[in-house]
Structures are given as structure tokens and as C-alpha cells.
């Protein structure tokens, strides 16, 4: 019997990528805030920015970093 791969599998059933479906899923998030009313915890939560001195060594990535690569992805241009 031979081997078959995951992403052959996948492919072969139709089943979409993980990662596409979770980019799908933050960017239908990211209507969902914006769509919010402005004092709503979801929008202040999305334009809050933390005061002081970030920790040495590589910054962790943000939601926000996420969301503005899912967009580029997407094709849609932030202003």
C-alpha cells in the first residue's frame, strides 16, 4: 500500500488550507469590530495603544501585524 500525503488528500477532497480559512476568519472578525459601535470594548480595544518601553529582543506580533498581512493577501489597501 502507498503513502498519501496530507496536502494530496486535501487536494484531492476539496479541503481549503488551515491557514486560509484562519485568515478568512480574522478578517470576517475584523468587519464584525469595525462594524461596532465606537465605545464598544471590541473598538477601543482595536485603536488602544499601550504606553512605555516595549522589552528587549524581537517584538511579538500583534493582531493588528496579522491583520495588516491578511490584508495585503487579500489585495485590499488600507489608507
Not at 487536494?11 to 468587519?31: C, N, S, T
Not at 480595544?45 to 506580533?61: A, D, M, S, T, W
Given at each position: 500500500?502507498?503513502?498519501?500525503?496530507?496536502?494530496?488528500?486535501?487536494?484531492?477532497?476539496?479541503?481549503?488550507?488551515?491557514?486560509?480559512?484562519?485568515?478568512?476568519?480574522?478578517?470576517?472578525?475584523y468587519g464584525h469590530v469595525l462594524?461596532?459601535?465606537?465605545d464598544s470594548v471590541r473598538k477601543?480595544?482595536?485603536?488602544?495603544?499601550?504606553?512605555?518601553?516595549?522589552?528587549?529582543?524581537?517584538?511579538?506580533?500583534?493582531?493588528?501585524?496579522?491583520?495588516?498581512?491578511?490584508?495585503?493577501?487579500?489585495?485590499?489597501?488600507?489608507?
Amino acid at each position: 500500500m502507498d503513502r498519501n500525503r496530507n496536502d494530496v488528500i486535501g487536494q484531492k477532497f476539496g479541503v481549503a488550507p488551515i491557514a486560509d480559512k484562519m485568515r478568512e476568519a480574522r478578517l470576517r472578525w475584523y468587519g464584525h469590530v469595525l462594524r461596532g459601535k465606537e465605545d464598544s470594548v471590541r473598538k477601543i480595544g482595536l485603536k488602544f495603544e499601550v504606553v512605555g518601553k516595549r522589552p528587549r529582543g524581537r517584538p511579538k506580533q500583534r493582531w493588528s501585524d496579522t491583520l495588516h498581512m491578511d490584508l495585503k493577501v487579500a489585495g485590499v489597501h488600507l489608507i
